[in-house]
């Protein structure tokens, strides 16, 4: 009997699209894409979503005997200077057999170089929660939890929590505009400080865009927490259709001060929210929060938020250039 070919790690070509679905297809049968999540596990779907993304960007593909065992692409910034890179969902998969975590190790390794060497140093890759094996693979290419996508079926309570004594829930106004944004500045600098350390977007205009965007679209909620004897802002909360989550609503901003916390402020915009999808028929609602941010994990996840998706990320120290085989490093070099 003719041994078998050992995997080859090739570009990933227009003639693997409709492998790459099955393969997609079948890795999401087995773990599922979250609450309400578009159905990965619908061969026509992941093929749609596939075709969507191949030739975009760098992309990699593992093959067998001729046969497609496993992909990686990744999008790419269209910022200029960016240096991140993003592998979605519908981006990777490989199949399940006993040398599936060596095929992603293999697909990583090719890939990551293409990258690195076009100056993209934090990689960022998405994976659903219920796939244990993929993401204990990426924990040991050096990838950690970076953010969590979490959902809630919308239930319908005879009487929601409301905000504490003193403070009222409303609609956003134009003139709000300002403290809204001072509020989202106020969360930018509290994700920065331990254990998050996490710096804030060196160009906040597109939070006021957002913001600004939110107050004129009636297909979104944006509500604040405002203090009845002072009308000073405590908290506000954004909710719109989710755009990858069939029959969802997410939550986007959402903030407290901090003088306001654990007064029962979130938890009246968050049932607040709940209720505004209800009132639409979105049967589930979600959002994101840093796995880092211990304010926000316990928060989300005593609302009942549970875990659908994570955002694995790894950063390289750009330093790794120099061993760039094109330079020399001989003694005496100039």
């Known amino acids: 009997m003719a041994e078998s070919m050992r995997t080859e790690i090739v570009p990933f070509e227009s003639g693997f699209v409709a492998q790459a679905a099955n393969l997609l297809a079948e890795t999401h049968t087995h773990v599922g894409t979250g609450t309400g999540a578009l159905d990965l596990a619908d061969a026509d779907v992941a093929r749609r979503l596939v075709a969507q993304w191949q030739g975009t960007g760098p992309a990699v593909a593992a093959v067998r005997d001729g046969a497609l065992t496993g992909f990686m692409a990744a999008g790419l910034p269209c910022t200029p200077g960016e240096q991140w890179a993003r592998v979605r969902l519908p981006q990777h998969a490989c199949a399940r057999s006993q040398d599936r975590r060596a095929t992603y190790r293999s697909l990583y390794a090719a890939l990551s170089g293409q990258l690195v060497s076009i100056g993209a140093y934090e990689h960022a890759l998405e994976v659903s929660a219920g796939d244990h094996d993929t993401i204990s693979c990426f924990v040991e290419l050096s990838f950690g939890i970076d953010h969590i996508r979490g959902f809630r079926p919308v239930t319908r309570p005879e009487a929601p929590a409301g905000p504490p004594r003193g403070t009222r829930l409303r609609t956003a106004r134009a003139g709000d505009l300002d403290r809204m944004f001072d509020l989202a500045v106020e969360l930018?600098?509290?994700?920065?400080?331990?254990?998050?350390?996490?710096?804030?977007?060196?160009?906040?205009?597109?939070?006021?865009?957002?913001?600004?965007a939110a107050l004129s679209d009636e297909g979104q909620l944006l509500l604040v927490a405002e203090e009845e004897e002072h009308g000073h802002l405590t908290g506000?909360?954004?909710?719109?259709?989710?755009?990858?989550?069939?029959?969802?609503?997410?939550?986007?901003?959402?903030?407290?001060?901090?003088?306001?916390?654990?007064?029962?402020?979130?938890?009246?915009?968050?049932?607040?929210?709940?209720?505004?999808?209800a009132g639409r028929g979105f049967a589930t609602y979600g959002t994101n929060w840093s796995s880092a941010n211990q304010v926000s994990d316990a928060f989300w996840r005593g609302r009942g938020m549970i875990p659908a998706q994570f955002k694995l990320r790894r950063l390289i120290d750009s330093r790794v250039v120099w061993a760039d085989a094109r330079l020399s490093y001989g003694q005496g070099a100039p």
């Open 188 to 212: 930018q600098r509290f994700h920065a400080g331990p254990p998050a350390l996490r710096p804030a977007p060196p160009d906040l205009r597109p939070i006021r865009d957002s913001l600004r």
């Open 236 to 277: 506000l909360i954004q909710a719109a259709p989710d755009t990858h989550y069939l029959g969802a609503a997410t939550i986007g901003i959402a903030a407290v001060t901090a003088r306001s916390r654990s007064t029962g402020v979130g938890t009246a915009l968050v049932a607040a929210a709940e209720k505004w999808a």
